[in-house]
C-alpha cells in the first residue's frame, strides 16, 4: 500500500472565502495525483489530474480558476478553493498513482463545508 | 453507454455467505482492473489488482478477469457485517487513463 495524508481533515468557511487542501504522498513520489469530490451518497467524481512541474488537466464541467491546483513537488499538491459557496460543500479526497502498477492510493479526505 | 458499469445494488447477503460483485468496461484498451471499498464516510482504499486473465485470490476476497468478454467481478467468501460498504471498480488503460464505476453497495446482515 502506500500513505497518504490530507490536511485539514475537515474545514468550515464563510461562503467568498478561499480555502486550501494539502495532499502529501508519504512513501512515494508521485509524479501523478488526483483530485476527487463526492457528494453525499453519490459516486466519486474526477476533479482533475494534477502532475509535478506542469498545469493540472481538468475535467470538463470544472472551472479551472475556482480550483486551483498546484503540484508543486514529487510528494506535495494543493487544492485551493477560490470564492467558495454553499455549493462547493463536498467531500474532497485527493490519490496518488503508483506508476509501475497504476495503483491508487486515496488520502483520508477533507470534508468543507461552506455557510 | 458509461465506460465501467456496476450494479449499483443495494446487494444484500446473509453473513456467511458469498458476495459477488460484477463490473463491466468499454475500453479493450484497459490493461489493469482494480477493486476498492469505501465505507460511508470515508474515502476508497484499494483491495485488489489484477492485470491477467483468470483469477487472483487473495484472502477471503477473489477477483476474476475476463478480458475477451470485458468482465471483472470480485468474490467474497465467507462474507462478515465489516465487509458491508460500497466497492468500486476501477480500469486502467495503458496510457494511463482511470475509469471509475459508481459503486455497489454491499450489506452483509449478521
Known amino acids: 500500500g502506500a500513505v497518504v495524508s490530507q490536511h485539514p481533515s475537515w474545514v468550515i468557511c464563510k461562503s467568498g472565502t478561499s480555502v486550501k487542501i494539502e495532499c502529501r504522498s508519504l512513501d512515494f513520489q508521485a509524479t501523478t495525483m488526483f483530485w476527487y469530490r463526492q457528494f453525499p451518497k453519490q459516486s466519486l467524481m474526477l476533479m482533475a489530474t494534477?502532475?509535478?512541474?506542469?498545469?493540472?488537466?481538468?475535467e470538463q464541467g470544472v472551472e479551472k480558476d475556482k480550483f486551483l491546483i498546484n503540484h508543486a513537488s514529487l510528494t506535495l499538491s494543493t487544492l485551493t478553493v477560490t470564492s467558495a459557496h454553499p455549493e462547493d460543500s463536498s467531500f474532497y479526497i485527493c490519490?496518488?498513482?503508483?506508476?509501475?502498477?497504476?495503483?491508487?492510493?486515496f488520502g483520508p479526505g477533507t470534508r468543507l463545508t461552506v455557510t | 453507454q458509461k465506460e465501467v458499469e456496476q450494479n449499483s445494488g443495494p446487494l444484500s447477503v446473509p453473513e456467511g455467505a458469498i458476495a459477488s460483485l460484477n463490473c463491466t468496461y468499454s475500453?479493450?484498451?484497459?490493461?489493469?482492473f482494480f477493486w476498492y471499498r469505501q465505507y460511508s464516510g470515508k474515502s476508497p482504499e484499494l483491495i485488489m489488482s489484477?492485470?491477467?486473465?483468470g483469477d487472483k485470490e487473495d484472502g477471503r476476497f477473489t477477483a476474476q478477469l475476463n478480458k475477451a468478454s470485458q468482465y471483472v467481478s470480485l468474490l467474497i467468501r465467507d462474507s462478515q457485517p465489516s465487509d458491508s460498504a460500497t466497492y468500486l471498480c476501477a480500469v486502467c488503460t495503458n496510457a494511463g487513463k482511470s475509469t471509475f464505476g459508481d459503486g455497489t453497495t454491499l450489506t452483509v446482515k449478521p
Open positions: 494534477s502532475n509535478e512541474g506542469s498545469k493540472a488537466t481538468y
Open positions: 490519490s496518488v498513482r503508483r506508476e509501475s502498477s497504476y495503483e491508487q492510493y
Open positions: 489484477i492485470y491477467s486473465n
Open positions: 475500453d479493450r484498451g484497459s490493461q489493469s
